[in-house]
């Protein structure tokens, strides 16, 4: 299967059946139907399934072609599950075989290593002829002791043993299990129709993101450019909201494009690099880097033609922006300067020169023809630099203006201005100067409303507002709304989230005091109008039907440093785990010839209040009893095996035995990166039975989370399991190579200082959450919304809780078996930020309704269905499978695959894909 095949099997689900139409007789073929059978029955297994269509056209195709399509559709399937690779765990027999007592088991291993001889009886046994050494570290090995049926490693050192060597033997075969197919979701397959449209349509969808995008997409971008129409650039929206992906489509289409759309992008250029930073993220790609800037690729040589076009993008930007914004990222100008030679068309480029000649305080003085050139356009843009002269010494010490010395440009920045207005306490020109940049003024509210303080909003600050928040960017306009959430409540920490290419952080004492209650309701409703408005100019629906669950997902503003995973879940997520069943996490990984890689998943528990009180690690290997068991520690992953850990947690008894929290941990133990790695994912899927029933296979259909482990780190802790509720919040950040948490042991403080940091970050409501800007297009979209209530009525935020207009919320009775529907329409008078607010608080409803009541749906279509029948509706739901309507056109989004997915009519978008109008 071709790269872009995969790339659309991954989003889109769809399959290409390339082949034309057999007869009907071919069709009923007994080879065809037995093909088609076998191929179903596998992805079943991997927890995929054809839909109708797709099934007519592969048994349409013939047996050669049937054979080819599900050849490369199981391959690519398998390796986005990880189950192309081979998951042997140290203990064969894991979990059942994992010894009771590793600390007994370690004292075995040292006594066998230090007095282990060749041609003498067994150290530990004394039998005689059974020592011998294993490949490839050369061990002294007992084959009475030690189980070769059981071991994939050498039980001394635990390294990989050579596939060929005789201690290895065939595992013996476990007793018969009746193995129960988890009841996860179906991702449904559907037949794609043309590769160029569906590309494109993906494509689009990136493109209008109004977030940064992940690794993945980024990737997947890449890929689609590469199909898109030739011969132009018609195709490429007029605005590309963010200016990372701008750059990224502009420098990848200039370095690998044809001539016709190579020209084509030059010829549009001064169109779309609108600040300097967009010329520099533009080099950036051209010369094979990201266009984020975090580490700098070798810089490519720029042809003279372009590098003059791009020197009169410079040069047409307002000086005093483009002085600055050569300072933003001084190391990465320098470089990038001596690819332009600014100061070579000095004539043609005056503007671009100076802002050059200020980043490098060039001397001007001496200079000739360029220093005077310099010094006349400097008098133009007093606001933007000015010119520095530094006198000379005295041979006694007294200083000479004028006596020979240096004359430089420096720069005169906004930033340096607003800083210094702070400092002086000039909070009105701080906020006259910020106004003029939205986005900005946005990031600091807070700031500034502590500066003013006062339990009214500052009238220059509301006027500020009033007229910048229009043109602020979505991800500076959510971030403020939802640090505002909480702000008016007493707290003791904060978390940061410093820029980079892994997600790491760091939490602080928070030392700001909070602000009035009346001050952040004002002000957050402005925020929130400004939200409603702009989706409000977006095309209409007839219908919205909400699931409350999207509450536990925040809104994905802040996706660049994201793990590329199975499921693309926001940081700070909190995913429900099911009931009665055993979490196994996974970690598989491959070492790079030559270099031994050592990774090590551990996993350390905490009491209620984050006092660790166990592990379950190569030093732990069993957590009271079967409450945790660790399937053993390989220290090498030679290719093309590699290696494979798991750990099993029996989420009840682990709570039962006083553990709060449960938070895994991956490390390099012998701090190899991650990145020099060809090969390393983890994950965790969901098995069923008693430690004695189970087995150490990978089973890809109960894979619920496959995440990558790269960047420049070694160590990752990518989530915390709430044993007491059943969820687990999806973290996704990395920690410092010297905190410590390589020996969970003696420093599992450290790590549970970060996860408490962060459980209070992400589960104390400062966020928007996607519940939230569901609520905000359907109450902006249309004037009628359906909200499907889970049985147990405690779904979403107003569980349990009063509705917006403060009578009891329907949260405090319990929904009926199967459910409620809950409708919500606009009243008479009711502006659309008040309808909005009544959503999200889960308000008392307008009417209420058992959910397919009457018989008019199906229960394989959700207990909403018959209320989006052929309507054009917006659907956003967690699980895919809540809702399936027939003949409905509009939008969905789902977290989760389901059979949603079959539905052609609505148009899929992912998270980011839902604050694209905000842009």
Known sequence: MSTLHAVLLRRARTVYVDHEPSPPAAVSAPAVAAGLTALEGELLDRGHALTEPLRTALAGAGARALADTG?????AIDAQLGADRTHMPLFRGFPRSVPEDTDALFVDRVFSLLLQRPRQPCVLCGTVGAVLPVAPCAHLVCRSCWDGADYTGCPLCHRRVDRTDPFLRPARPAGAVARSHPDEPLRLLVLGTSRTADAAAELAGLLARATPLSPRDRDDV???????????????????????????????????GGPTTVAAVRERLPELLTTATDVLRLLWVWSGGEADLLSPPRLRG????????????LDGLATPSLVEDLLRHPEAWKRAAELLHPFEGHARHPRAALAFAALRGTEVSGAGALGEALLRTAAEYPEAVAVRADSCEAADGARQPGSGGSVRIVARTWAGRVEEALRRGDAAGAVALLARRPGELVRRLDQLLRVYGGEELAPELGAALEHGLPKAGPGPLLGALGALRGRHLPSSRRVFFPRGRVGR???????????????????????EAEVVRRLGAASRYELAVLDPGLASLPAPFAERSSATSLVAVPRGSELRLPEGRVLRLFLHWMEPEGTRVDLDLSVAFFDEDWRAIGLCDYTRLRYRGDAAVHSGDLTSAPPPDGATEYVDLDLTALAEAGARYAVPVVFSFNDVPFDELPDAFAGFMTVSGPAEARDASYDPRAVRQRFDLAGESRICAPMIVDLADGRALWTDVHLPGDSGVHDLGRHGDVLGALARDLWGHFTGGARVTLWDVACWHAAARCDETVVVRCASGADGPGAGGTGADGADGPGTDSAPPGGELWRYRRRDGEGVAAFAARLRALGAPDSREAAGSAGRTAPARGPAAHVADGRRVFLAFVEGDELSPVGATGTVYRLFPGAVDACAGPERVTAGGLLAELA
């Open 222 to 256: 890449k890929v689609l450019l590469a199909h898109a129409e030739p011969g132009g650039l018609d195709w490429l929206p007029a605005d590309m909201p963010v200016r990372e992906t701008r750059a990224l489509v502009l420098g990848t289409l200039l370095r690998d």
């Open 505 to 527: 952080a760091r939490g602080v004492d928070d030392v700001r005091p909070p602000l009035p209650a009346a001050l952040v309701a004002r002000v957050a409703g402005l925020l």
């Open 71 to 75: 050849r490369g559709l199981l391959h």
């Open 302 to 313: 720029v042809p003279r033609g372009l590098r003059r076009e791009l020197l009169a993008v």
